[in-house]
């Protein structure tokens, strides 16, 4: 049974720059959840569809281009898709409350833990939290840039059993539905293999930010924590209550067996790197096949400029990410030390320090 659930709605199932927003499908979506929320699940709604709906009251005829005018165009939009949701969900006596994110809200460690709590209060008052990216402030070096890695973001934030990423496509398929309708779905994916991301196509709608690779990208962040995500069709009316009920629609993802904790979660797919620490051959076997923290004596190379405690990127000598950690080092201690033994770190720093530069348990292979 799933318990708690996100689901995260498209700009094409709800905005259109000519009639706005779809208060139909608002309704439908309302109707759904308070039936979920009857049953004792809870719900979280990612949405998008504020520039949508701000292009339409604009009555302009193209998607903003720039920061500034999609910040804008959001600024209006915002409040008239909020007044939908409201307006929809009071009618069927359900309490809803908005939350508005960048990135920056799940990148540091205490922002992450203080949304998280505030979820939790939401959440055991029975209110349904609407989740948006915040585009009236958002810059690109904190721009999320979709609401697919937002949604998967906040499932991993709840610890949710299911994500279910509705658009107007009826899920992954062999071959691009847009252009040919006969594509077939690929009902099931146990294991997300270069096979499955070869089979993105990053087409994208014409209001929409995001597109199947972006989604790809999200259910990545789902399965590793333990939770299934599903891409199905939101055009069908009665798509929620089907995939809660068990019923094959869309594409599922399997959630991996060996689940990694919210901590690793945070650091592998959540947390921005601030750095790339490079690896010689020796200290890559001991990282991924021995199960070893990451000694300077391993270090070829230092990118970047971080300090102790920021999460960076582990690579190899081709440049492949293969890791990321939480650093016991500064960028400026770690060049010092990069190549050296353990005994010999008090002498080159001056100073007694950690003998790891990532210790094993701040560490996530990806």
Partial sequence: MYKRIVI????????????????ERISGIARAVALLRAEGRDVCIVT????????????LKERPVTIPEKQATAAIGQPLLMEAYEHAFRKQGVLIGQLLLTKDD????????????????LLKKGVVPVVNENDTVAVEEIKVGDNDNISAMVANLIEADILINLSNIKGLCKGDPAKDASAELVPVVRKITPEIERLVKNSKGELASGGMATKIQAAKKCV?????????????????????????????FIP???????????????AQAAGR??????????LQKKGKSLLPSGVKAVTGKFEAGDVVIIADGADNEIAKGVTEYSSFDAEKIKGKKSADLTGTLGRRGSDEIIHRDNLVIL
């Fill in 224 to 252: 590793a924590a333990g939770i299934a995500m599903v891409i199905a069709d939101g055009r069908e009316p009665s798509i929620i209550g089907e995939l809660i009920a068990g019923e094959p629609r869309g594409t599922l």
């Fill in 48 to 59: 998008s569809g504020a520039i949508g709906a701000g292009i339409a009251a604009l009555k």
């Fill in 256 to 270: 991996c067996d060996s689940k990694l904790t919210q901590r690793q979660i945070w650091i592998a797919y959540i």
């Fill in 8 to 23: 995260k709605i498209g700009t094409s199932l709800l905005a259109d720059k000519v009639s706005g927003i779809n208060l």
């Fill in 106 to 121: 799940f990148a540091g460690r205490k922002r992450y833990l203080n949304a998280r709590n505030t979820f939790d209060v």
């Fill in 277 to 286: 620490i490079t690896v010689d051959p020796g200290a890559l076997e001991a």
